[in-house]
């Protein structure tokens, strides 16, 4: 059964406008995390959830954006998509923090923008 | 530098090869480590933890190097189902992880 789900799989979007892909769970985590993944690079990580609480990367650019409305579901929303943010886009979760606890990653959406 | 490297391979081995990648990783404040396997066009999936004293599942075999910050994945008997991208990745403290762009592997029948 998937415990992590992302939707769409594949995303195509126009440079400009707005896209906002979604994540589930059903393992109740704490946790939940984007990812950005561009080709034969490693994930890098944009933000995460503890519960309601919003942990930004400094490095992470304002046109991403995320929603947490409750423990299941996270959003990611892209502002003002670019070529250059044409990537795999991973969620996951973990119960806790990531030293004690397995980080589950759903099977990512794939954005493409033209 | 970045955080954590990998040798992006690809390693090219035939079935039964015994194969190794290391990472390194600039953190010192590192907490814990781990490997995870990407198949192409697939979400990463843990493959296993990496503790101080090594630890071994099956034919895997970790070690941890914490005074030469690195970290090594030993696969012995190859086959094929373990072509794939292996990634090395660094827990620096509470929810932030660092992923190396990972090493790819090839094992060839």
């Known amino acids: 059964d998937a415990m992590v789900i992302q939707n769409p799989r594949y995303q195509v979007t126009q440079f400009g406008k707005p896209v906002t892909l979604s994540c589930s769970q059903t393992?109740?985590?704490?946790?939940m995390y984007w990812y950005q993944q561009k080709s034969s690079q490693a994930p890098k990580l944009l933000f995460h959830?503890?519960?309601?609480?919003?942990?930004n990367e400094a490095d992470t650019p304002d046109n991403f954006q995320s929603r947490r409305p409750n423990t299941s579901f996270c959003f990611l929303d892209i502002r003002s998509p670019g070529l250059g943010d044409a990537a795999m886009y991973l969620c996951?979760?973990?119960?806790?923090?990531?030293?004690?606890?397995?980080?589950?990653f759903g099977p990512g959406t794939r954005l493409t923008v033209l | 530098r970045k955080e954590v490297e990998q040798d992006p391979g690809p390693f090219n081995v035939p079935e039964g090869a015994t194969v190794a990648f290391n990472c390194t990783y600039s953190n010192s404040a590192s907490q814990s480590f781990f490997w995870y396997r990407q198949d192409c066009r697939k979400e990463p999936k843990l493959l296993m933890s990496v503790y101080s004293s090594g630890n071994e599942d099956g034919r895997f075999t970790a070690q941890l190097n914490r005074a030469s910050q690195y970290i090594s994945l030993l696969i012995r008997d190859s086959k094929l189902s373990d072509s794939a991208t292996y990634l090395c990745v660094v827990d620096t403290g509470g929810f932030k992880t660092i992923f190396g762009a990972g090493t790819r592997l090839f094992v060839k029948a």
């Open positions: 996951a979760t973990s119960r806790d923090a990531v030293a004690v606890n397995t980080q589950y």
């Open positions: 959830y503890y519960d309601k609480d919003f942990n």
């Open positions: 393992l109740n985590h704490n946790v």
